[in-house]
């Protein structure tokens, strides 16, 4: 059953959004904008995701052009952050909302996506394993602030995430559970250490095989990652945020040559990357209904946002949906 009231969900999920996104803002001195619900076809700002999910799309009459709801904002921030003059080490964060119809649903996924997406300047000569995951520490101290926060505001909540957050690279977490899956590996790390990083998603590893999948041309793949969280009232890791250092020059041709997809360089924004015209980067996504749901330790993401469920979803007794 619930820890908490609806209209106590309610107060916890606006007290959760306002405190970490003012602890995210100050850690990685970020600005807050504002973001676009939609983009132009044409624009190859959409971000591709696995390549296999398909985009909610629409034509607006009165300019007679194809729009596409945003499926992250990941290659639209790079290009704001030159937009609007931002200076190295820098950067802003925004409420991305997006509609993935292709999403298999269950207790963390949802058709309706909304996150903070954070995206920062750096030099090229920072672009690190060590500034990834200076990045890292400061979004998971941020986390941690957070439940500390709501901990205090609702004693009925337990507090559950470890001081610190460890790091692995998906090569050696095969190389630990090389007889199984990516998802039973992320199970089995999570677990043990409480708050982890996996290191490097995209990629083939040395079985052949990629950890998981991600689209050739915003992260480089071997600068990326997810932090998993582990959720004890679900017994399960839960990806909390996927964020890297973003592709330079050479390693966005060299991603899109080893996935096929070399036609992509016909769109301006990959032009602009090609011809460095736009600052090298990080960033990422934090998933916002996530960390409601874990931190007020509900068992369904639609205790704490309101979307469209199964009706087997709809008639469990022990889930409060909005």
């Known amino acids: 059953m619930t820890k908490l009231s609806l209209l106590e ?8 959004k306002d405190f970490f996104e003012r602890s995210l803002a100050e850690n990685l001195d970020l600005l807050r904008v504002s973001a676009p619900l939609f983009v132009t076809k044409e624009s190859g700002i959409n971000d591709n995701l696995n390549g296999v999910e398909r985009p ?5 009459r009165s300019i007679g052009k194809e729009v596409e709801i945003v499926q992250s904002l990941a290659k639209w921030k790079r290009v704001a ?3 609007y003059g931002f200076r190295e080490g820098k950067g802003l964060y925004t409420d991305m909302n997006a509609i993935r119809r292709d999403e298999d649903l269950d207790a963390i996924h949802s058709v309706y996506v909304d996150q903070w997406d954070w995206e920062r300047i750096i030099r090229k000569d920072e672009r690190t394993i060590e500034t990834l995951m200076d990045a890292v520490q400061k979004i998971y101290s941020a986390i941690l602030a957070t439940e500390q926060y709501i901990g205090a505001s609702f004693a009925k909540l337990d507090f559950f995430l470890p001081e610190k957050i460890h790091f692995i690279t998906s090569e050696d977490l095969l ?7 990516p998802k039973e590996r992320e199970h ?11 290191i490097g998603i995209g990629d083939e590893l040395s079985d052949g095989k990629r950890h998981d999948g991600r689209s050739p041309d915003y992260d480089d793949w071997s600068l990326n990652g997810d932090i998993l969280l582990w959720y004890p009232v679900l017994d399960r890791a839960i990806e909390i945020s996927s964020m890297g250092i973003r592709v330079a020059e050479d390693s966005l041709l060299a991603q899109l040559k080893k996935v096929g997809c070399e036609e992509r360089l016909k769109y301006p924004y990959h032009q602009d990357v090609l011809n460095q015209n736009l600052p090298y980067t990080i960033g990422g ?7 409601c749901m874990m931190l007020l330790e509900k ?4 205790e704490v946002q ?3 469920w199964a009706e087997d979803t709809l008639e469990e007794k022990d889930l409060e949906l909005l």
């Open 188 to 198: 089995e790390i999570t677990k043990q250490y409480g708050a982890v990083f996996i």
């Open 9 to 16: 969900t309610e107060i916890g999920i606006k007290e959760i």
């Open 285 to 291: 996504g934090i998933g916002q209904s996530r960390l």
């Open 175 to 181: 190389q630990q559970y090389p007889e199984k899956s």
């Open 299 to 302: 068992k369904h993401i639609g």
């Open 81 to 83: 952050l030159k937009r």
């Open 306 to 308: 309101a979307s469209v």
């Open 56 to 60: 909610v799309g629409f034509d607006i």
